[in-house]
């Protein structure tokens, strides 16, 4: 048996206290009940990488559910069960942890392995992505902190290198060429020669396209939500998978620009910390599709397995920009009012006001819809029906006319205080049953 490292000062060093005693917690549980278990995948990984994760993934040499059940009335927490799968959900307070079982029978090997002398765990890195993605922390008392690692993960980190563990590893699955661009591409590392040669054989015998689209959407929206999606997607037209997905998805040197604008004021709102979050995918994929024309979207959208309702939402969000940016034109930010701007943006969702401002070159326009998702937005009026109700105006339509002009005043700054809107609101019910009147008259 090969030598383990020993990295719990690492561990102790890098991980929260709390995450800690839970390790060791859940490693004397799997003493008690006789079974070996360890932090396996990016956990892991990122331990060694300095890298904060909190996404805990347990594999336990024994049954599963039943650790997992006991884990959890230990903790106080609830578990999902997987049967079909063996696997489990530990739901804690403030952690959610997944428990497998190792198991020999993930894959039929063609290379005919041989199996028995593999231990469960051996076989269940085995099957994983990438020899970085293959490591495992045993957290058992004893041995707690020792690094099983037996494809060379380590030697791989030091050389910044994303390796498979096998030659089929991209036949078996070829989602993992996404994987790989968007790991190589997170933690600046180069996916190694083979590994290389073995995306490129491959994408020539057209994996791709048997590939489901849903399958190809996760690993987008995966892509996406990376610190710099950017750098993966052109790495994927570079090695040809942007047109394998669909060819009108070629990424030109146009959408490139766009992409670089969404990615910048996608940071610039992250930074704010604003509610609601940007769905990064709903950002990007406008940029993705940009000039294709509306009855081609939707041979995009089959590709990439969109439910009815998502594609009838994502043409309807094309749509509202397209129509805004027609509108944002003739807005300018002396003459024309904040409020006529708000009324622009108001109906479209964040991800389609944020294209906006990426996609708009005139600085003034950017500044107005910065103002807009800053401070507009969350505009509300300090008068109600029950105050028109009390002004004595019948409630009907004219109500939410009314509340409607007290805003854009507000917005305007006409009408900053409650009094203001009130004595506003006054004028606009007169006007109204005055033109009402007039209406009766003729
Ligand atoms: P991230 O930091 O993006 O969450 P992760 O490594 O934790 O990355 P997950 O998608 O959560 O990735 O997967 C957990 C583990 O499961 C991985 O570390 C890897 O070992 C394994 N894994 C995930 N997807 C695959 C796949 N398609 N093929 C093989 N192994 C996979």
Not at 126 to 136: G, Q
Request: net charge positive.
């Amino acid at each position: 048996r090969r030598r383990e490292r020993n990295i719990a000062s690492l561990v102790n060093s890098r991980l929260p206290q709390k995450m800690i005693d839970f390790l060791k917690v859940a490693g004397e549980l799997g003493q008690d009940m006789g079974w070996e278990v360890y932090a396996v995948g990016g956990f892991v990984r990122d331990i060694l990488l300095a890298r904060p994760n909190f996404d805990l993934d347990l594999v336990v040499e024994g049954d599963a559910i039943a650790y997992a059940r006991r884990l959890a009335r230990q903790l106080g927490g609830r578990v999902k069960a997987h049967v079909k799968f063996k696997t489990a959900v530990v739901i804690l307070d403030d952690q959610r942890v997944d428990v497998a079982t190792a198991r020999l029978e993930y894959y039929e090997y063609p290379a005919a392995l041989p199996t028995v002398e593999l231990s469960s765990i051996k076989m269940d890195l085995y099957r994983r992505d990438f020899t970085i993605n293959a490591l495992a922390l045993r957290i058992n008392p004893g041995r707690f902190g020792q690094l099983v690692d037996f494809f060379g993960a380590e030697q791989d980190m030091k050389n910044k290198a994303i390796r498979v563990l096998h030659s089929l590893s991209f036949v078996e699955d070829p989602t993992r060429i996404l994987r790989a661009i968007r790991f190589e591409r997170r933690f600046e590392f180069q996916i190694g020669g083979q590994t290389l040669r073995l995306i490129k054989n491959a994408l020539s015998l057209d994996l791709f396209s048997k590939l489901s689209g849903t399958r190809i959407m996760h690993e987008l929206q995966l892509i996406m939500a990376e610190e710099n999606p950017l750098a993966c997607l052109n790495r994927m037209q570079e090695l040809g998978i942007m047109e394998a997905i669909h060819p009108l998805l070629k990424l030109s040197a146009d959408r490139v620009q766009v992409l670089m604008e969404l990615g910048k004021v996608n940071n610039w709102y992250k930074l704010l910390y604003l509610e609601p979050r940007v769905v990064p995918w709903k950002l990007y994929l406008l940029g993705l599709t940009m000039g294709i024309k509306r009855d081609q979207i939707g041979q995009v959208t089959s590709r990439l397995r969109f439910t009815t309702k998502e594609e009838r939402e994502f043409l309807q969000l094309r749509d509202m920009i397209g129509d805004a940016l027609m509108r944002l034109m003739s807005w300018r930010e002396d003459k024309s009012r904040l409020s006529r701007l708000s009324a622009i943006l108001r109906p479209i969702p964040l991800e389609g006001v944020l294209f906006l401002m990426a996609r708009s070159r005139k600085e003034h326009i950017r500044r107005g819809i910065s103002q807009y998702l800053t401070r507009l937005r969350d505009v509300t009026i300090d008068v109600s029906g029950t105050d028109l109700q009390e002004m004595g105006l019948a409630p009907g339509p004219a109500y939410s006319a009314i509340l409607v002009r007290v805003l854009e005043a507000k917005i305007d700054g006409r009408a900053q205080t409650r009094e203001d809107q009130l004595r506003l609101a006054k004028r606009l019910g007169r006007a109204l049953s005055r033109t009402c009147k007039e209406g009766d008259g003729s």
